[in-house]
């Protein structure tokens, strides 16, 4: 008797689209399981521009509006990559009973002992001396004012996510990419990603960490799980920041056995 079918919901980071996910979807949807790769507000071919976003809710809503459409006993995996991590710790808040596991893979993991914006006073203090390199920055509130998009530059996206990823999916990345919003209103931002361990903690949590990752820091990602501890932790051996390109096989075979055991 066969494995019965799993539905995957893929949410990309920053500055991707569900482009990013064409190899995993293919692997799992060729062992049998339903696979959905959303596109997030102005990311992938999302009609919206990053300028209409004024808030990180608009940024998050097609997930939101995904999960609200779901038939009431139907349950997915969601699997959250790097900023991605974000609107899936929402979606766990707003819809426990329709998800029966969340992958967090190199992601933010948001709880409520550690918020969205104490994760970015964390990584401002370990990236300070971090070289954005070409990475760009636009300042639509005035040249005085804090950054509102940024658009990873060619140089950065070589060396800090897809430094082991093939070159023709780096390629493919440096064609395909869009600016993602910056927001500066951190009472705003606690407010419209906050969760509880009544809702959000429902739902079980699995992390995958990569071992060559170089965007994260390791003692950061330490932190955050120590912190909010997920049920298991698994390691991908020689993935950069990009385990979809990098190791696709690696990272759908950890998928599959979270997907046979929750």
Not at 107 to 132: C, N, W
Not at 184 to 195: F, G, H, P, Q, S
Request: proline share 8%.
């Amino acid at each position: 008797m066969g494995k019965r079918e799993k539905h995957f919901v893929l949410v990309h980071g920053a500055c991707h689209g569900a482009w990013c996910w064409y190899k995993v979807t293919t692997l799992l949807k060729s062992n049998g399981h339903k696979v959905t790769a959303l596109n997030l507000a102005a990311s992938g071919i999302h009609p919206k521009q990053v300028l209409q976003l004024p808030s990180i809710s608009d940024y998050y809503q097609p997930l939101m509006e995904f999960m609200d459409s779901l038939p009431s006993e139907d349950k997915v995996i969601l699997v959250a990559h790097s900023l991605g991590g974000v609107s899936v710790s929402v979606a766990m808040e707003r819809f426990p009973h329709k998800i029966s596991l969340a992958v967090f893979v190199t992601a933010m993991m948001p709880s409520q002992q550690l918020t969205y914006p104490d994760f970015l006073h964390q990584k401002l203090q370990v990236m300070s001396g971090v070289d954005y390199m070409d990475t760009h920055f636009t300042y639509d509130n005035g040249p005085h004012k804090p950054p509102t998009s940024r658009l990873f530059g060619p140089k950065f996206m070589e060396s800090m996510l897809y430094q082991l990823s093939p070159p023709e999916d780096l390629s493919l990345a440096l064609s395909l990419l869009r600016p993602v919003p910056i927001y500066n209103d951190l009472e705003l931002l606690l407010k419209e990603t906050a969760v509880t361990e009544q809702r959000h903690g429902r739902v079980p949590r699995v992390y995958i960490d990569c071992d060559r990752d170089n965007l994260k820091n390791e003692d950061a990602q330490r932190w955050m799980i120590e912190i909010n501890p997920p049920l298991e932790v698994k390691v991908i051996a020689g993935s950069d920041h990009m385990p979809m390109f990098s190791k696709p096989l690696e990272l759908c075979s950890y998928l599959l056995e979270f997907a046979d055991r929750y």
